[in-house]
């Protein structure tokens, strides 16, 4: 199962959200991945914030946004919760996640106890 998680330097709720990313990360271990997508974002940029930050988990970039577009998303950020099979289990895009909401999305999309 995987956690994907569409981000951007510019974006405040981003900021806000991706150190609870970067715990569940930790947490999980082997039981769970989690990959950070850098939309529409400058890639210098992208990559010094998740280097200053220590996001322990790799970012992709996306500079042109498909991914969000192919999510028919509008605005950042907007987590991915893909089961072990590859499908999508949940699409989420609303208020930052702290640890709690996270793990309880997790555990109740994707049946990971972290």
Same mark, same amino acid.
């Given at each position: 199962p995987m956690v994907v998680n569409l981000w951007a330097s510019w974006c405040g709720p981003c900021r806000e959200e991706l150190p609870a990313?970067? $715990?569940?990360? #930790?947490?999980?271990? =082997? $039981?769970? $991945?989690v990959i950070g997508v850098a939309s529409l974002d400058v890639p210098t940029n992208s990559i010094s914030f998740a280097s200053d930050s220590g996001l322990p988990f790799p970012s992709?970039? =996306? #500079? =042109?946004? @498909?991914?969000?577009?192919g999510l028919r998303r509008?605005? !950042?950020? %907007? /987590? *991915?919760? %893909?089961?072990?099979?590859?499908? *999508?289990?949940? %699409?989420?895009?609303?208020?930052?996640? /702290? =640890? /709690? /909401? !996270?793990?309880?999305? %997790?555990? @109740? $999309?994707?049946? *990971?106890? *972290?």
């Open positions: 990313l970067a $715990r569940l990360s #930790r947490a999980a271990g =082997d $039981r769970l $991945r992709l970039q =996306d #500079r =042109d946004g @498909d991914l969000e577009r509008n605005g !950042l950020p %907007v /987590t *991915v919760l %893909v089961r072990a099979d590859g499908a *999508v289990a949940y %699409v989420y895009q609303g208020a930052p996640f /702290t =640890d /709690t /909401t !996270l793990r309880e999305l %997790v555990q @109740d $999309r994707l049946g *990971v106890h *972290v």
